[in-house]
């Protein structure tokens, strides 16, 4: 797979684990085969994805890597060289910092070059966990919406509440966003207070792992429901 003679290499899109647990407890063998016969990767974080490689198939060699980082500070001009090695005859494969590489995450950028420049893409089996949030809430999975990261500004992340509360009203439509895990107790918080008192909250949390929680109740419910959320990757869905 590495290497194909006189054809342009595919770029494949390579999910990782959501959390610290085994790879394969997750992952198809499919995603190990691949990394093994994969040496040109883009990443967020060059440390994580070694990391990562090396736990999923410990005798490939980190010496012979080539990796390119792809995060808010790449420079947007530079992004189409990291698939010349597709035009070398070789693969390259992106890996996310969690989950799916082009939901919620950088990668869609360079996806989209790939499409343009004729480059085959090939999306690999592994966990969402905005897709497992969904299957797990009881909410609605035929017409949903991620909204990615509310507001910070208080006035601001209100409004955007309220805003998505009607649009579920009014399309009946399940509304997906995430925060910044040290402000997600902050965040319940304000759902409970802003919301309707029978507009319906999933809380999935920690997804895959130990410590997973998922639960759906109304956010009057939720007031009676102390819980910790601090750091602890979580999914947001409330349905009016």
């Avoid at 082009?102 to 089996?125: F, M, N, T």
């Avoid at 910044?180 to 107790?185: E, L, S």
Wanted: proline share 7%; glycine share 6%.
């Amino acid at each position: 797979m590495e290497e194909v003679m006189g054809t342009t290499g595919k770029l494949y899109l390579i999910p990782t684990t959501l959390g610290d647990n085994e790879p394969l407890e997750v992952l198809p063998i499919s995603i190990k085969r691949t990394i093994e016969q994969i040496d040109h990767y883009i990443v967020e974080n060059e440390k994580t994805a070694r990391h990562f490689i090396k736990k999923i198939s410990s005798k490939k060699s980190q010496p012979g890597l080539h990796i390119n980082i792809l995060n808010k500070f790449t420079e947007p001009e530079i992004l189409p060289t990291f698939l010349d090695p597709c035009f070398e005859g070789y693969n390259v494969g992106i890996i996310s910092e969690a989950g799916c590489p082009g939901i919620a995450d950088p990668g869609a950028d360079i996806v989209r070059i790939a499409h343009i420049k004729g480059v085959q893409v090939v999306p690999l089996v592994g966990p969402s966990s905005i897709l497992l949030a969904l299957m797990a809430s009881g909410l609605n999975g035929q017409s949903f919406a991620f909204n990615g990261y509310l507001p910070i500004e208080a006035g601001e992340r209100k409004k955007s509440i309220k805003r998505l509360e009607k649009l579920s009203r009014d399309f009946d439509q399940s509304q997906i966003f995430i925060e910044t895990p040290y402000r997600n107790d902050k965040l319940l918080s304000e759902l409970i207070k802003t919301l309707s008192p029978q507009t319906l909250i999933c809380i999935a949390c920690d997804i895959t792992l130990s410590t997973e929680f998922i639960a759906t109740k109304k956010a009057m419910d939720w007031q009676r429901a102390p819980l910790e959320l601090h750091k602890r990757p979580t999914i947001f869905i409330i349905h009016a």
